[in-house]
């Protein structure tokens, strides 16, 4: 995964076409791009700028949530985003009808296999951002394809996607820390009795959740079961397209003395190989 | 007004360049990466990220913070080293549609002069800029921090690589100027001013620092009027060409540099914004010149100290 991934022009503007609160703190954006829109696959994301001008400086990255389409063409994406400081809220204050300044689509895209596969996603908070759009891209590639979407959030107020999810006809579950909502416990406690031959693993979310996926992977390898998992990392990205080195998260090489390197997740990834990060090394944000 | 487009050429030193919108070290990986994504043939040249003796992890994340008007970073010279930059970089910075300039930093004087002789022997690279200036590696700014350490570092530097040799200085010091007066005396071909201002970000829930080695760098925006200060000083002060750096994001800023004293300049941190920013940057100059009905760009080099003049005069 270390060609670069990017090509073309990057830089577009796009208009503001919806926001709305969809849950307590997450807003959904959607964002009319068509050339963006055009290339886009799942597990990419984009660099947002929050707004007109200078303050705040960074964009902010978000994975594409959805594809809003126009007579059956991609014409625009869709983003989910949690408030959690001045930028985001400066983006769920954009108005419709605004422009907006975008970076993308970057990254890595997920692998997502074979339709005779079952594929499962598991998702952590806000980290089900990018699972619409595999849902989607998945039931396009086969209406058949077995698919679990198993999502998991603090309280039920933070589980999200599962009914457009469920609409595409995948098998949703539910966990919440606090038994609000499915249940009581992780959601990497939902995936260890769906491990079985042919199944694949598709994850985003939280550091603490990545770590407790790469145990159950690992304690699946070592019954001699090896399932094919990616992660998507959820690391914060200065610029988003392998400038600035920010958002590094550590890999194994054998070629370092101590076994690992840093990668930049915008460009490496943001989607890795479970096996390929040192999570013993990974810090816990979130 | 002139009718004939305005001249963007600067020099510096015996290196011309089509227009003075470089890119800084750091912010722009070593140019190649983008050149799929940017008009490099558009920009004056790209600054590679330093290059160290041995190859760099850099350090633990995380490593930079978002501050009013820029960020903080503490990299710590994330860089394949030498040998694999000469193996696995070089050959695709040669083929760049623009000037590639070299940056390079040493753990001691004789990596730097190392370093030097090495990069002296390379075809292909327009010039050789010091790093002597990084907050984020232990002892990365005892380089520039007296003027004997900087003028000593350049004239042996210089005596053993015949390129262009540019010293990029710390705002970090009581008094930059008789270091930058120091790096002229020693043969400078310029100075790059400044690398970035100390600072730092804690969490205060956790009653440390967000950053492991509990200082970073700050630049962006908010460190524009600093930078520019001392790009007037030095500017004052010495007659070799100054590279301003700071907070440039606009043709705006390049312009007010140019005026403050700096013979070309570098985008840094809002490079971050967009890889074609460099390129916008350097399309709006052309647009601003005319507008005004400047011919040549580098007229506008030092207008300040020439206005100045007048006023004491």
């Known amino acids: 995964m270390d060609a670069y991934p990017n090509e073309g022009q990057l830089d577009h503007e796009g208009v503001v076409t919806g926001n709305v609160e969809v849950a307590r703190d997450c807003w959904r954006m959607e964002i009319r791009c068509p050339e963006l829109a055009r290339t886009a696959k799942s597990g990419q994301f984009v660099m947002?700028?929050?707004?007109?001008?200078?303050?705040?400086?960074?964009?902010?990255?978000?994975?594409?949530?959805?594809?809003?389409?126009?007579?059956?063409?991609?014409?625009?994406?869709?983003?989910?985003?949690l408030i959690?400081?001045?930028?985001?809220?400066?983006?769920?204050?954009r108005q419709l009808g605004e422009p907006i300044g975008l970076l993308g689509p970057l990254?890595?895209?997920?692998?997502?296999?074979?339709?005779?596969?079952?594929?499962v996603m598991v998702a952590g908070g806000i980290g089900a951002a990018p699972f619409a759009l595999v849902a989607r891209a998945l039931r396009e590639r086969s209406p058949t394809q077995r698919v679990t979407y198993l999502v998991g959030g603090r309280n039920a107020d933070y589980v999200y996607l599962t009914d457009e999810i469920a609409e595409l006809g995948c098998d949703v579950q539910v966990a919440t820390d606090d038994g609000s909502r499915g249940h009581h416990g992780y959601v990497t406690q939902l995936l260890e009795p769906l491990l079985e031959p042919g199944v694949r693993?598709?994850?985003?979310?939280?550091?603490?959740?990545?770590?407790?996926?790469?145990?159950?992977?690992?304690?699946?390898?070592?019954?001699g079961l090896q399932i094919p998992c990616q992660v998507s990392t959820e690391e914060s990205m200065p610029c988003g397209f392998g400038a600035c080195a920010g958002c590094?998260?550590?890999?194994?090489?054998?070629?370092?003395?101590?076994g690992f390197r840093f990668a930049k997740s915008c460009v490496e990834g943001p989607v890795f190989d479970v096996e390929a990060i040192r999570w013993d090394l990974m810090r816990s944000i979130h | 007004m002139s009718d004939a487009a305005p001249s963007l050429a600067v020099r510096l030193g015996a290196l011309e360049l089509r227009n003075p919108v470089l890119t800084a070290s750091g912010t722009y990986g070593l140019g190649y990466e983008f050149a799929r994504l940017a008009d490099l043939g558009a920009i004056g040249g790209v600054v590679g990220k330093t290059v160290t003796m041995q190859e760099r992890l850099g350090n633990p994340p995380p490593r930079t913070f978002e501050t009013a008007g820029g960020m903080l970073n503490s990299i710590g010279l994330m860089n394949p080293g030498w040998d694999g930059f000469v193996r696995d970089v070089l050959p695709r910075v040669l083929d760049l549609p623009c000037p590639f300039v070299l940056?390079?930093?040493g753990e001691s004087e004789e990596d730097f002069i190392e370093l030097a002789r090495r990069a002296g022997q390379l075809d292909g690279v327009a010039g050789l800029e010091l790093n002597l200036s990084c907050p984020n590696v232990a002892g990365?700014?005892?380089?520039?921090s007296s003027p004997e350490a900087a003028g000593r570092i350049v004239s042996r530097a210089l005596a053993v690589c015949d390129l262009p040799v540019f010293a990029k200085l710390s705002p970090n010091v009581g008094d930059i100027v008789p270091i930058a007066q120091a790096c002229e005396a020693a043969g400078a071909t310029a100075l790059s001013l400044i690398n970035t201002f100390l600072g730092t970000a804690i969490?205060?829930?956790?009653?440390?620092s967000i950053f492991s080695r509990g200082v970073a760098g700050v630049s962006g925006p908010s460190i524009k009027p600093m930078a520019l200060l001392i790009v007037m000083r030095v500017s004052a002060a010495v007659g070799i060409p100054v590279i301003g750096i700071g907070g440039i994001a606009t043709a705006r800023d390049v312009l007010e540099y140019m005026v403050a004293g700096a013979a070309a300049v570098q985008v840094g941190t809002a490079c971050f914004l967009d890889p074609r920013l460099p390129e916008k940057i350097a399309h709006e100059l052309r647009e601003l010149l005319a507008e005004e009905g400047v011919d040549r760009i580098d007229e506008l080099t030092g207008a300040v100290h020439r206005q100045q003049e007048q006023v004491e005069r």
């Open chain 1, 48 to 81: 947002l700028r929050c707004r007109q001008g200078m303050d705040p400086l960074l964009s902010r990255a978000f994975s594409i949530c959805d594809l809003l389409y126009e007579d059956g063409e991609p014409v625009g994406i869709v983003v989910l985003q």
């Open chain 1, 84 to 93: 959690i400081g001045v930028g985001t809220q400066a983006l769920a204050d």
């Open chain 1, 107 to 119: 990254g890595h895209p997920y692998g997502l296999g074979t339709p005779d596969e079952h594929l």
């Open chain 1, 201 to 223: 693993v598709i994850a985003c979310g939280p550091n603490p959740m990545f770590k407790s996926l790469a145990v159950v992977i690992r304690a699946a390898k070592e019954r």
């Open chain 1, 248 to 258: 590094v998260v550590p890999v194994v090489s054998n070629a370092h003395p101590d």
């Open chain 2, 103 to 105: 940056n390079v930093a």
């Open chain 2, 140 to 144: 990365g700014l005892d380089f520039s």
């Open chain 2, 203 to 208: 969490d205060w829930r956790k009653r440390k």
